[in-house]
């Protein structure tokens, strides 16, 4: 009888085991909150009173990852809580103190954020483009992708393997190639989250990456984000499109606190439900379409008139391009990546049911 009890015992210590084993295994998707204020106190109340219903926190101010006193703290305080976290750099410390803190958190730590809106910058803002002339578009996207990847490369060390995160809200594709691992496509203001997803989903599955979204303001004056209602909405959108990071930007205009109110968490925990009622399934690719964009072509198919990489105006091809994916997308709805030419190998279809070409090409593996 006392054999059969250690048996028992035995049995059940190495389920217990098992299961907490199986508890620090990554996890299929990544829900939290991209703190971007430097209230460490705060932080952390809203870290015990989320810890619940999210999984992940980005620690996104320089104010506490410069200082690294307070850096260390927070880390280890979300640490201990058994969250994962990414942590946001302008200009990052020495490679090995980067290494000492992989090694002292481990895969808690996910990796780092790394700058931030490369790709919308290029379009919008001049004093911080990477390509400030070219010859034609190739040239623009040659010196865009070896300019950013020489500066994560200066900061990070590809021999390092870090995994190298950031938001944007265009040019997703040469994010990737130039050599993030994962992008969060912003959702947020009035960008098409359908228009978001496809881009951005399209490029990470052609370029063998992860993707996100990082839900961030719709207005430029309090309450800066949307309800808890829409918020609720698009978290799930985010998930129901396999999303594996799914983030909330949560700081005010002047970075001096948070703007996620009472409704916004709920929306967070009724969501950290509805995962759990519906577990991720994988994503059968033979459903979907591909609409292929011309190598090199740096549109942010914002509307008719945008800008080519932030140095071309618009022309006719814009506005034809443009109407053509605006149909493709009603058509296809969900069901269809935006990828790039350039991207297409021989011997790899990617699964995808039709290639949908820019020139009308249409074309089935």
């Known amino acids: 009888m006392i054999f059969i009890m250690v048996i028992a015992s035995i049995f059940i210590i190495y389920g217990f085991l098992v299961n907490d084993a199986q508890k620090k295994e990554l996890p299929d998707v990544f829900v939290g909150i991209?703190?971007?204020?430097?209230?460490?106190?705060?932080?952390?109340?809203?870290?015990?009173?989320?810890?619940?219903?999210?999984?992940?926190?980005?620690?996104?101010?320089?104010?506490i990852t410069s200082n690294v006193t307070e850096l260390n703290e927070i880390g280890q305080y979300i640490y201990n809580k058994e969250m994962y976290f990414i942590i946001y750099f302008?200009?990052?410390?020495?490679?090995?103190?980067?290494?000492?803190?992989k090694t002292r958190w481990g895969n808690r730590l996910l990796g780092f954020y790394a700058h931030d809106e490369i790709g919308g910058r290029?379009?919008?803002?001049?004093?911080?483009?990477?390509?400030?002339?070219?010859?034609n578009y190739s040239d623009a996207a040659s010196q865009f992708v070896s300019k950013v990847d020489s500066l994560l490369d200066d900061h990070y060390n590809e021999s390092s393997n870090f995994r190298l995160f950031m938001s944007d809200y265009a040019l997703?594709?040469?994010?990737y190639k130039a050599g993030f691992d994962t992008v969060f496509a912003e959702f947020g203001w009035n960008y098409s989250r359908q228009l978001n997803v496809a881009l951005n989903r399209g490029a990470a599955k052609v370029q063998n990456k992860d993707w996100g979204v990082m839900i961030t303001w719709t207005y430029t004056n309090p309450?800066?984000?949307?309800?808890?209602?829409?918020?609720?909405?698009?978290?799930?959108?985010?998930?129901d499109n396999g999303a594996k990071y799914i983030l909330v930007f949560d700081t005010n205009e002047n970075y001096t606190?948070?703007?996620?109110?009472?409704?916004?968490?709920?929306?967070?925990?009724?969501?950290?439900?509805?995962i759990q009622d519906n577990p991720r399934t994988s994503v059968d690719l033979s459903e979907r379409v591909a609409y292929v964009l011309p190598k090199d072509y740096g549109y942010g198919?914002?509307?008719?008139?945008?800008r080519i990489w932030g140095l071309w105006e618009a022309d006719e091809f814009s506005l034809k391009i443009s109407t053509n994916l605006g149909a493709m997308l009603d058509e296809h709805g969900t069901k269809m990546?935006?990828?790039?030419?350039?991207?297409?190998?021989?011997?790899?279809?990617?699964?995808?049911?039709k290639f949908i070409f820019w020139n009308g090409t249409v074309l089935y593996p």
Request: hydrophobic share 35%; no cysteine.
């Open 34 to 63: 991209d703190v971007a204020y430097d209230d460490l106190e705060a932080i952390k109340k809203l870290v015990d009173e989320t810890s619940s219903y999210t999984n992940t926190f980005v620690i996104g101010t320089t104010g």
């Open 90 to 101: 302008e200009v990052p410390p020495q490679i090995e103190v980067l290494k000492d803190y």
């Open 122 to 135: 290029q379009l919008d803002l001049y004093e911080y483009k990477f390509v400030q002339e070219a010859n």
């Open 172 to 175: 997703y594709w040469f994010d």
């Open 223 to 239: 309450p800066y984000i949307e309800s808890g209602a829409e918020l609720y909405n698009d978290l799930v959108y985010a998930y």
């Open 257 to 274: 606190q948070g703007i996620l109110e009472e409704e916004h968490l709920e929306a967070l925990e009724q969501f950290w439900q509805y």
């Open 301 to 306: 198919f914002r509307g008719p008139t945008d």
């Open 337 to 353: 990546d935006i990828i790039y030419e350039d991207g297409l190998e021989s011997n790899n279809v990617y699964n995808y049911r």
